[in-house]
């Protein structure tokens, strides 16, 4: 069933059989500090084509990960085969496996040698990382994907910009507790 609440086949988390692409988010957004990136990411949609069309989902948990200094980065212990495409331009996609069966999504932001990430931690009616990527059915496959232009995932403005709060990231005791404590943590 397809819904179309504007009449241009836009309608967050319900397939749609039109796809517009005229508010896909470009290069610069995402090569900026993951500081800025992250709490921009809320309320922006992202779009995947799920069974032959495309659904649309607004970002409402983000947490942001800061390169070679934050113990709770996969990149402070340095450049390896999973964390390569951290290491490159921003935009691209960093999924990687948990505890063996969860996903994780995340968005790679700043510049070549700069490794950041933002992990997605929910979006509209959907909580918890592993819950996003199942619900997506995104996997290894979307490893180093680039949002700016792939057919199948990028992100696009709604021009809607939401007051949202911040916290601790989730699960990072093993970071220390300063990592663990500072409010990286954007969410509606």
Not at 39 to 50: A, F, R
Request: net charge positive.
């Amino acid at each position: 069933m397809r819904f179309s609440k504007n009449g241009r086949g836009m309608t967050t988390g319900y397939l749609t059989e039109k796809v517009i692409t005229e508010n896909r988010i470009t290069r610069d957004f995402y090569t900026r500090d993951v500081l800025d990136v992250a709490p921009d990411l809320i309320g922006k949609n992202l779009v995947i084509s799920l069974n032959e069309s495309f659904a649309r989902y607004t970002l409402t948990d983000v947490e942001a990960y800061r390169g070679h200094e934050d113990k709770a980065c996969h990149a402070s212990k340095g450049k390896t085969p999973r964390t390569s495409v951290m290491f490159g331009e921003g935009g691209h996609l960093y999924v990687y496996l948990v505890y063996g069966m969860y996903w994780m999504l995340n968005i790679v932001t700043a510049g070549e040698g700069n490794p950041q990430a933002v992990l997605i931690r929910g979006l509209a009616g959907i909580s918890g990382p592993g819950r996003v990527t199942k619900k997506l059915s995104v996997d290894l496959s979307f490893y180093g994907e680039d949002l700016v232009t792939s057919g199948r995932i990028w992100l696009e403005d709604t021009g809607i910009v939401p007051a949202y709060k911040t916290g601790p990231r989730v699960g990072i005791d093993y970071a220390g507790e300063y990592w663990k404590s500072v409010p990286w943590r954007y969410y509606l």
